[in-house]
């Protein structure tokens, strides 16, 4: 909020004598009050106007929504008065300087062990009520994409994926939940990276129209999604496309859950756990573009990235099921170098990690599927040193040793980096 005044209207005193006059003789100027600031805090009042200075194309319903919690207001720091005020009546200025009508970056993204170059074009507050819209063109290590408004990237092995899209996106609290509204238009070409590339991998190959409607639900109490230290996350996240056109069918459903909590000297217990599952609708079978995918720093460690559950020939073709659990140890470093500065981004890192990835057989009942989500499960464990940046990433330098290999799989036995913003 903006600095509000109170005027007073007390004259100032005038000191006749001393200047050789009488105050009588001369005609007081009209002289402009300086402002005295008035601390009314604990003091009933009301607030009979609100001033917004500085706006031009925002639209005026938009603001009486976002300020309808002053007119509410029983007390405030600094107040101004007029000659028409109410005894107890407020004048609150908003001074605020709206966005430009257009902005433009270039800037790199580091994900979850990929990399792009991104060039966006920002239109903010477009039509005066926040709209916002993004046109967005990235070129990266595992796929290219022209987008507007938002996109998630896929990871492939013989595939590269373009995207052209767009999204409208609703976001709004219910209680101590955070809700999210989508949908979601994408027109998907799959091609092939090698020659060597399996026959399902060709099979996928080709033109692809996704229109799905999802919602998200999430509880945050984390001081930090990136390397907390407590509280906890709940995040459930469906997916539904077919129903407003496209040639994809499906309903995905997928969780994730993590309790963070502080322990002696300084260290942290976390616990998390991951699970989807993905339903064809109708005759056709899901795409390898909407299927789970899992192994790699940023999931099971000690594997290969993404290289785990089906196989063709060595591609990797994802799996309509899934689940992944990981406990962890957080510590400081032995003895504590950097103490209180730049030692302090820095962690040791113990780990155990386990999970499985693989199609079910929808014409059986729910305890098969969970037998086979039992069954041939991976694990691994070790140690190693967490590195993070800010709030925005975190780096990984571990020591891996997989157990419970099936085959198929590509193991990382040994050391293995990691950088990304999710991890289990």
């Not at 603001?63 to 002053?70: K, Q, R």
């Not at 109410?86 to 200025?93: F, K, R, S």
């Not at 990136?226 to 906890?232: D, H, N, Q």
């Not at 299927?291 to 799996?319: A, K």
């Amino acid at each position: 909020m903006g600095t509000v005044h109170a005027r007073s209207l007390d004259p100032l005193p005038m000191r006749g004598p001393e200047l050789g006059v009488q105050a009588d003789d001369i005609e007081a100027p009209d002289i402009e009050q300086d402002p005295k600031q008035e601390v009314l805090e604990n003091k009933d009042v009301v607030v009979q106007r609100v001033h917004i200075d500085g706006l031009g194309r925002t639209k005026e319903d938009l603001l009486t929504y976002e300020i309808a919690e002053v007119f509410r207001a029983r007390n405030l720091i600094d107040v101004s008065a007029c000659e028409d005020a109410l005894p107890n009546g407020l004048d609150v200025t908003f001074e605020v300087t709206e966005l430009r009508r257009m902005t433009g970056s270039y800037n790199t993204m580091v994900g979850n062990n990929e990399g792009s170059m991104v060039l966006g074009l920002k239109l903010p507050n477009v039509f005066g009520r926040a709209e916002k819209l993004t046109f967005q063109f990235s070129y990266g290590t595992k796929e290219t994409s022209y987008d507007m408004n938002n996109f998630t990237p896929f990871p492939w092995s013989s595939l590269r994926e373009t995207d052209r899209g767009v999204s409208a996106e609703l976001s709004f609290p219910v209680w101590k939940t955070n809700q999210t509204l989508k949908w979601e238009g994408v027109w998907r070409e799959l091609g092939c990276l090698a020659r060597t590339a399996s026959f399902a991998v060709r099979e996928e190959s080709g033109h692809s129209l996704k229109s799905s409607l999802s919602h998200a639900m999430v509880i945050d109490t984390r001081n930090s999604s990136i390397l907390p230290r407590k509280g906890g996350l709940f995040k459930i996240h469906q997916e539904l496309a077919g129903y407003t056109g496209g040639d994809a069918s499906f309903l995905k459903e997928d969780f994730e859950i993590q309790l963070n909590r502080s322990l002696f000297w300084d260290s942290v217990l976390s616990a998390s756990l991951w699970g989807g599952l993905l339903l064809p609708i109708g005759d056709k079978p899901t795409s390898i573009a909407d299927r789970f995918y899992l192994g790699g720093p940023t999931s099971i460690r000690g594997f290969s990235m993404y290289s785990m559950g089906p196989q063709s020939e060595g591609d990797y073709l994802g799996g309509e099921a899934y689940w992944a659990g990981g406990l962890h140890l957080y510590t400081p470093l032995p003895f504590r170098p950097g103490r209180g500065g730049f030692g302090d981004l820095f962690r040791t890192h113990f780990f155990l990690n386990a999970g499985n990835l693989c199609n079910l057989n929808y014409g059986e009942g729910p305890q098969a599927h969970l037998k086979k989500l039992a069954e041939c499960i991976r694990w691994s464990y070790g140690l190693g040193i967490v590195l993070r940046l800010g709030n925005i990433a975190r780096l990984e330098l571990n020591y891996c040793i997989p157990m419970g290999v099936q085959s198929g799989d590509r193991i990382c036995d040994g050391v293995q980096f990691g950088a990304g913003i999710r991890f289990l």
